[in-house]
Each structure stands twice: as C-alpha cells, then as structure tokens.
C-alpha cells in the first residue's frame, strides 16, 4: 500500500492512463510502487511531472520527466519505475501497452501554503497529447485538529473536458481524506486526445501529509483565541 510508504512532506501524486482509442477498453489501472523519499534536509517545494510507459505485462518500461524542481528528477525516476499496473485491454480484452502521466507535488512541513526557499520547477518535454496533463492543481492544507503524518490514495476519473467528474479515496480511511477529495475535485486537465478528439481518462492523486513544524503568527492565534472567548476573557493583541 502506499499509505506505508510515507515521505516527509505534504505529496500529490497523480497518475492519468489512456490508450488510442481503436485499442482501449479498459485503461491501466495501478497496483503497487513506492514514493520518492523527501530527505530531511529539503525544506522547500519539489514538483514533477513524468510521462511513463505501461507495457503489456504492466511493468513501466519508460519514465519522461515533463517538468520537474531540479535534484527531485533522479527520485522521481527512480521510484516511477517500480510500479506496477494491471494493464490496459483491448475489446478482446488482451493486454495491451498504454501511457500515463504522473504529477507530484511536495509541500514542506509548513502550516500554509506559502512560498518556501527552493527553485522553481523547470520544463523538460512538451506533454505528449495522447495523456491528459494537468493544467491547474489545488493543494489541501494540513487539516486544523489533525496530527502526525498520513497519505490519502484517490482516484479521480477526469472529463473529456477536462474537468475532474468523480473522485474517491481507495487508502485506509483517515482524518486527511475530506480536504484531499476537495482538492482533487478542483484540478483541471488538458484533456487526452484520442483520433484528434477529447477523451476521458482515469487519473490517481495521492496526497501525502507532514504534521507541520512552523506554527501560525502569534496575531492569527490571539484572533482565533479572542474569536472563541467569552467576555470573561482578556487578550491583547499588541
């Protein structure tokens, strides 16, 4: 499972298989595969995009990065390449190969969703238009009541219009699950293209989270405090 295979961070993963149309019945659907590791010593965003290759057997034979933090490619590709898929079928339902694109998003363990030290992803290849890439992403903040770390496994099935259509945590329940499917819910892709048409794709998101180590601003927590007293209360926010 992957919710074992915790990082240190908060992690999106999403992964998006389609197959040409004159072959695809059914898309790859993920099985097993670790995460990169967040070393502790990182403090700042990594993203990535990768385009990988499914065969037949279901292995990844190919890992493209797309767009990536530099230092985080090497990591990237190395876990990308041990997963494993039950493979996309044909209308006879032979095993056919197929392509995916996987996203990730790592946070630092920060309370918001603030800018950090770090570089900028960069660009590596143009998206290959068969797969849907997305386009806008939304990033759930550490949910307020919760503790320690944990990673929520979705799947989202994404419209030929590119728009998410349903969403649903595959992992173990937890307290992370409400603010992921929200976020999920708001990614938006440009849609794969099949015969030169928009096609409907299924797509993971995994969302990894890190208990945050930098507390709010003292103002922000003396206004929720006066926001919660009663007029027995004293504070002062000078």
Not at 179 to 184: G, R, W
Request: with cysteine; net charge negative; aromatic share 6%.
């Amino acid at each position: 499972m992957l919710r074992a295979a915790r990082s240190g961070c908060l992690l999106i993963i999403l992964f998006a298989c389609v197959v040409p149309g004159a072959l695809a019945q059914e898309p790859a659907r993920y099985l097993a595969g670790g995460v990169p590791s967040q070393p502790p010593n990182i403090v700042g965003w990594e993203q990535a995009t990768a385009a990988i290759h499914i065969d037949e057997s279901g292995a990844v034979t190919k890992v493209t990065m797309l767009r990536t933090t530099p230092g985080f490619d090497d990591r990237v590709e190395a876990a990308l390449s041990g997963w494993r898929f039950h493979p996309a079928t044909d209308a006879d339902d032979h095993p056919v190969a197929s392509d995916t694109v996987v996203s990730f998003i790592y946070r630092p363990p920060v309370l918001y969703n603030l800018a950090t030290i770090g570089n900028p992803p960069e660009a590596r290849a143009v998206p290959p238009p068969d797969v849907p890439f997305p386009t806008s992403t939304n990033t759930p903040m550490y949910p307020v009541g919760a503790t320690g770390d944990d990673v929520v496994v979705m799947q989202v099935d994404v419209s030929a219009d590119g728009t998410v259509k349903k969403a649903g945590v595959l992992s173990a329940p937890s307290g992370f699950d409400e603010v992921s499917l929200q976020a999920a819910q708001q990614w938006h892709f440009r849609p794969a293209q099949v015969d030169g048409q928009p096609a409907p794709a299924v797509a993971y998101i995994v969302v990894g989270f890190r208990q945050p180590v930098t507390p709010p601003p003292p103002l922000v927590i003396a206004a929720d405090v006066a926001a919660s007293c009663s007029d027995a209360c004293d504070i002062s926010t000078e």
